[in-house]
């Protein structure tokens, strides 16, 4: 899952949301100040990788993209958020503007107290929108294209995430079938091994 699946499979909690979108980037752990929402973000996302690092559906997803290639995974990643954004209302009851905004004033006002490496991080996803830019297919191919930027020659001789575009233009519909399927089970999992209500979910 990307960066608006992990905020959106939190907590309605400015923390939660924040632990769950900065496991990766933190390697899952907590700066010493962090609070219990968090680190409760933090291991809800260890809990939506496994699950769906290991679905069915997910690993058929990933062959139908390419048998070989590194970056198929990310590349899925973020179709998933594209998928999430075009299907918003039916997983969720706050409209996905006012849901994003929210979520991006109150960010800016909690990494105040955040270390500088999530604080750079979180400015950059903010401030260049990036969770309203998976809304469109020009959204994704832009994210491909940000992805490729950071390679190192080395890596982009292996593999690069443009090259994924013609792959996914030609299973879109294949793929949208499968996550609509796999995205409720997932919210499922989240579910039954959290303690929060998570009332923003439609389902």
């Given at each position: 899952m990307n960066w608006l699946a992990h905020v959106f499979?939190?907590?309605k909690s400015i923390d939660n949301q924040l632990g769950n979108l900065l496991a990766d980037p933190l390697?899952?752990?907590?700066?010493?100040?962090?609070s219990k929402e968090f680190k409760d973000g933090l291991r809800l996302h260890l809990i939506i990788d496994n699950f769906t690092d290991t679905h069915p559906i997910v690993k058929d997803a990933k062959k139908s993209l390419t048998k070989q290639g590194y970056?198929?995974?990310?590349?899925?990643?973020?179709?998933?958020?594209?998928?999430?954004?075009k299907y918003w209302s039916?997983?969720?009851?706050?409209?996905?503007?006012?849901?994003?905004?929210?979520f991006r004033t109150q960010a800016l006002r909690a990494i105040t107290s955040y270390p500088k490496e999530a604080i750079d991080i979180i400015m950059q996803v903010v401030i260049n929108r990036h969770l309203l830019s998976y809304a469109s297919l020009d959204g994704v191919n832009r994210a491909l294209c940000r992805i490729d930027n950071r390679l190192s020659s080395r890596a982009k001789?292996?593999?690069c995430a443009i090259n994924y575009i013609p792959l996914i233009e030609?299973?879109?519909?294949?793929?949208?079938?499968?996550?609509?399927y796999f995205f409720p089970e997932l919210m499922r999992?989240?579910?039954?091994?959290?303690?929060?209500?998570?009332?923003h979910w439609a389902i």
């Open positions: 499979l939190s907590e390697k899952g752990r907590a700066f010493s100040s962090a970056l198929k995974g990310v590349v899925l990643d973020i179709l998933y958020d594209y998928y999430l954004s039916k997983f969720c009851n706050v409209e996905r503007e006012k849901f994003l905004e929210n001789a292996k593999d030609e299973e879109l519909e294949y793929l949208e079938r499968g996550f609509l999992e989240v579910r039954e091994n959290s303690n929060y209500k998570f009332r």
